[in-house]
């Protein structure tokens, strides 16, 4: 099922609104989410899909700036629809918030692979929610503040586990995917540290940091810089690495090996 919304008018001397595409099966919900943005005086909600593959279809013809996305879905789920929208490979530039119960949904790490500029927990207040999809916007990540270094941990873990295991896709795979899948993540990892050649030590440093979850003041202390040097130090990573945001820049250097493991 997709939902079309009519555009919003715009109010006198203010720029475009942020475009929201609400991504959610539960109906309740989704009426929820649909009431907290459209409520704002720089969104409009251009849309509703209560499936993944609606949702895809949606995002494509409407081109939100926002999908905020439920990553249990029927018919595809949301990562899936999560790497359609943003994976390696796509143009489109619209970011994905994913909305999720992290303690019981393991497939969280899967998103962040998949393309997902940020993470909420579906228990968020309004206002957490909507400062959610304006950060996003920005080209900023979002990882929940209960969850970010956890998840950032937990996603280390997944990607270095020495058995060759990895996060569980939707659906889960069969056996038999131990050394091959080892060997493919060590191809993948010299694939990655090559690309981070084009780093001077400093940029190095900011990743680094920046992968353990710390934000652009917490890196400033520590590396005894102002907050606007670290902004546009994150700024030149992204550019030269080709990343849309901070989440992306997190998820290549753990593939990398090259994050601190912290927790």
């Excluded at 279809?57 to 700036?65: G, H, I, S, T, V």
């Excluded at 019981?104 to 309004?126: H, I, N, T």
């Excluded at 569980?168 to 694939?191: F, I, M, N, S, T």
């Excluded at 290549?252 to 601190?260: E, S, W």
Aim: hydrophobic content about 45%; glycine content about 8%; overall charge negative.
């Amino acid at each position: 099922m997709t939902a079309w919304h009519p555009p919003a008018p715009l109010s006198a001397g203010s720029g475009a609104p942020i475009r929201v595409l609400i991504c959610e099966d539960q109906a309740l919900v989704r009426a929820g989410y649909v009431t907290i943005f459209s409520a704002q005086p720089d969104m409009e909600v251009v849309g509703e899909a209560a499936d993944g593959r609606a949702a895809v279809e949606a995002a494509r013809a409407l081109r939100p700036d926002v999908a905020v996305m439920d990553i249990r879905m029927p018919l595809l789920d949301g990562i899936e629809a999560t790497r359609q929208l943003a994976g390696p490979g796509t143009t489109a530039r619209t970011r994905i918030l994913v909305v999720t119960t992290f303690n019981v949904d393991a497939y969280v790490y899967e998103a962040l692979r998949a393309g997902a500029s940020g993470f909420l927990l579906k228990d968020a207040p309004p206002a957490e929610l909507v400062n959610g999809v304006r950060t996003v916007v920005r080209g900023e990540s979002l990882l929940a503040p209960a969850v970010t270094r956890t998840l950032i941990g937990e996603f280390a873990a997944r990607v270095r586990a020495p058995d060759g295991t990895a996060p569980a896709p939707v659906p889960a795979p069969g056996p038999g995917a131990g050394p091959d899948a080892a060997q493919e993540r060590e191809r993948e990892q010299e694939q990655e540290q090559e690309r981070l050649k084009v780093l001077t030590p400093r940029e190095h440093e900011v990743l680094g940091l920046l992968s353990a979850g710390l934000s652009n003041a917490e890196i400033a202390a520590e590396l005894v810089l102002s907050a606007e040097t670290v902004k546009t130090y994150v700024s030149r990573i992204l550019t030269k690495l080709d990343l849309r945001d901070r989440v992306q820049a997190v998820v290549l250097a753990y593939r990398a090996g090259v994050a601190p493991g912290r927790r």
